[in-house]
């Protein structure tokens, strides 16, 4: 079983607008759609048949019973998802003419904020994937990052996706520093070349502090793997009219998962290795996968059925 841990909240997209009646431009109107990082990467798991559970803290309100709803529609187990009172952190989106999404939050007081590691790992877990919002609000941040180091601590394997959203890091130095300092902990590190432009490394520096494996990806551009023996691969993004970028990142997390666990190399002795031919077959499935998710509003992470 795979266990994605981190938040769940809900995404505000905006629908096209029209004009006011006096012909000035309407502000546009937005749809509720599900989402937050780890949210996605459990549902896209979940689509593509892997076992997967959700480790979280979920609001009682509506938008939280919808989101707990969509992971049961995916075949996503809840049984290590918290509950609480406080209302489901939102996220307005606004979407460039190329698609691409950016984010303001609003997060004070939310339920996913309070989250507590769990006494023991979930039984039978082979890998754990974390990232986003979560591993940046406190006091959950430092909740989320003791269940990191505990699991790699304990043999798991471990993903890491930052998902950087600035908007939400009040001191950029501290961050990148607790960034080094997960990186010991992690199996595979996953994130777009704009969080590597923002971090300010490389993949071989990170490399240097303990991941197995890099990925990075570049939008349109496909994906590049670099791994500790210095071997690097590049595949091609798939072309697709796309609608948005919302949780393209997320579908890549869950389908190299997917992918690595379906060649039983849910490991770092395993990643390692991994030959150059697995290695392109998860990379392009995964470019596949996102593919997908652009040409579809929101974050809409496609089923098995669909990749062939």
């Known amino acids: 079983m795979i266990v994605v841990a981190g938040e769940a909240?809900?995404?505000?997209?905006?629908?096209?607008?029209?004009?006011?009646?006096?012909?000035?431009?309407?502000?546009?109107?937005?749809?509720?759609?599900?989402?937050?990082?780890?949210?996605?990467?459990?549902?896209?798991?979940?689509?593509?048949?892997?076992?997967?559970a959700f480790c979280s803290r979920v609001s009682r309100d509506t938008f939280g019973e919808a989101l707990l709803d969509g992971l049961r529609a995916a075949g996503v187990g809840l049984a290590y998802v918290q509950r609480g009172p406080e209302p489901t952190t939102l996220a307005v989106a606004s979407i460039g003419e190329d698609g691409s999404a950016g984010y303001s939050f609003y997060v004070e007081g939310t339920a996913d904020r309070l989250f507590t590691a769990p006494a023991r790992l979930p039984d039978g877990v082979r890998a754990m994937s974390f990232g986003t919002c979560s591993l940046v609000l406190e006091p959950g941040a430092s909740a989320y990052e003791e269940l990191l180091r505990r699991a790699a601590a304990s043999g798991v394997f471990t993903a890491l996706d930052p998902n950087v959203r600035a908007a939400l890091i009040p001191d950029a130095d501290a961050y990148r520093a607790r960034f080094t300092s997960w990186l010991p902990s992690v199996t595979l590190l996953k994130?777009?070349?704009?969080?590597?432009?923002?971090?300010?490394?490389?993949?071989?520096?990170?490399?240097?502090?303990?991941?197995?494996?890099?990925?990075?990806?570049?939008?349109?551009?496909?994906?590049?793997?670099?791994?500790?023996?210095?071997s690097?691969?590049?595949?091609?993004?798939?072309?697709?009219?796309?609608?948005?970028?919302?949780?393209?990142?997320?579908?890549?997390?869950?389908?190299?998962?997917?992918?690595?666990?379906?060649?039983?190399?849910?490991?770092?002795?395993a990643l390692r290795g991994l030959d150059a031919g697995g290695w392109e077959a998860v990379l392009r499935f995964a470019a596949r996968a996102a593919a997908i998710t652009c040409s579809r509003a929101g974050a809409e992470p496609p089923y098995a059925r669909e990749l062939g």
């Open 191 to 230: 994130l777009s070349q704009e969080d590597a432009d923002w971090l300010g490394g490389t993949p071989h520096e990170w490399l240097s502090h303990g991941p197995a494996a890099v990925v990075v990806t570049r939008g349109g551009d496909g994906l590049s793997l670099y791994t500790r023996d210095g």
């Open 9 to 52: 909240l809900i995404d505000l997209v905006p629908q096209e607008a029209g004009r006011a009646p006096d012909g000035r431009a309407a502000l546009p109107d937005l749809a509720p759609r599900l989402g937050g990082g780890p949210y996605n990467t459990a549902v896209a798991l979940g689509r593509l048949g892997s076992p997967v």
């Open 232 to 269: 690097e691969l590049r595949v091609p993004g798939e072309r697709v009219d796309v609608v948005d970028t919302i949780g393209a990142g997320d579908t890549v997390n869950a389908a190299l998962l997917h992918g690595l666990a379906e060649r039983d190399a849910l490991s770092a002795d």
